[in-house]
């Protein structure tokens, strides 16, 4: 077993549009953790940033509860925590805990084995941690596979609200129009099939949702807000991040930079952000 070790997994941006509980992207905004000796008797935890009211300081913080999911024994060992993605804004924070939990036992122990289990029974669904992981197809359970690439940068404006996901689950109805499943269905497949060829001219149609947004919207009034100023930016356009209530907006490759700050005052942040190239990182 190593002495030290440092983990980092990235943000996320589940649904985007029509691929409700199906598509998601890692986002290069990154939690930390370093693991390293401490108390001999128990666990230690210290956080930083982000959560730093909210998250556990003892043997039930999520990181550690992954950890262990793992079969990495926490006894003994201290976890620093360095949060950067904001909780409760649909933007992957649990799930870069947990894919950073899960991989960490795995690397602690030796272990090999597919890391996408154990972090989707954490987490209970599997977009986010796929997308953190970069998981590809598996024989059997969850399974997720990775897109070639992604010919989009983003931009992403963060309010100061939060949205806890079980409100925004409650929200949609339990069923809805075969017209508006089939238009989805359509907008979906468009959706990654423009990603993956780069025809990035149709995205503009291959964004529009009618399967959760329009339910969520009401919860997610920086929606509205952010798609009337988007007029003569170079963007595809905008979509609610996992369960809300941040906001996604799809620029132009290289141009996310110029987009958030063209959205400057819309919400208390925006972020310009790089689709992740990696995953859940070790070192």
């Given at each position: 077993m190593p002495e030290r070790m440092h983990v980092s997994a990235p943000a996320s941006?589940?649904?985007?549009?029509?691929?409700?509980?199906?598509?998601?992207?890692?986002?290069?905004?990154?939690?930390?953790?370093?693991?390293?000796?401490?108390?001999?008797?128990?666990?230690?935890?210290?956080?930083?940033?982000?959560?730093?009211?909210?998250?556990?300081?003892?043997?039930?913080?999520?990181?550690?509860?992954?950890?262990?999911?793992?079969?990495?024994?926490?006894?003994?060992?201290?976890?620093?925590?360095?949060?950067?993605?904001?909780?409760?804004?649909?933007?992957?924070?649990?799930?870069?805990?947990?894919?950073?939990?899960?991989?960490?036992?795995?690397?602690?122990?030796?272990?090999?084995?597919?890391?996408?289990?154990?972090?989707?029974?954490?987490?209970?669904?599997?977009?986010?941690?796929?997308?953190?992981?970069?998981?590809?197809?598996?024989?059997?359970?969850?399974?997720?596979?990775?897109?070639?690439?992604?010919?989009v940068d983003f931009a992403v404006a963060v309010p100061d609200d939060e949205l806890p996901t079980k409100l925004a689950r409650e929200a949609l109805p339990q069923t809805i129009a075969h017209a508006d499943a089939v238009h989805t269905t359509a907008r979906a497949a468009l959706l990654v099939a423009a990603l993956q060829s780069g025809r990035t001219e149709l995205l503009k149609d291959a964004l529009d949702d009618r399967l959760h947004e329009p339910y969520r919207a009401p919860f997610v009034p920086l929606l509205d807000a952010i798609r009337g100023r988007l007029d003569g930016l170079p963007v595809y356009g905008a979509t609610i991040s996992g369960a809300g209530p941040s906001v996604l907006v799809w620029c132009e490759r290289g141009a996310g930079p110029a987009v958030a700050r063209s959205l400057a005052g819309v919400a208390p942040r925006v972020l310009p952000l790089a689709v992740s190239e990696n995953g859940v990182e070790i070192s």
């Open positions: 941006a589940a649904n985007l549009g029509p691929g409700f509980d199906c598509l998601a992207v890692a986002l290069e905004l990154r939690n930390e953790v370093t693991i390293g000796p401490g108390d001999a008797d128990g666990v230690e935890v210290t956080v930083e940033g982000e959560g730093v009211r909210a998250a556990s300081r003892g043997a039930d913080n999520l990181f550690v509860r992954a950890f262990r999911a793992a079969g990495a024994d926490a006894r003994g060992l201290r976890f620093e925590m360095r949060n950067r993605i904001p909780f409760y804004r649909g933007l992957g924070s649990s799930a870069a805990t947990i894919s950073a939990g899960v991989a960490a036992g795995l690397a602690w122990t030796g272990r090999e084995a597919d890391p996408l289990p154990a972090a989707v029974e954490l987490e209970g669904h599997p977009d986010n941690v796929a997308a953190a992981l970069l998981a590809w197809t598996t024989e059997s359970g969850p399974a997720a596979v990775r897109l070639g690439g992604c010919p």
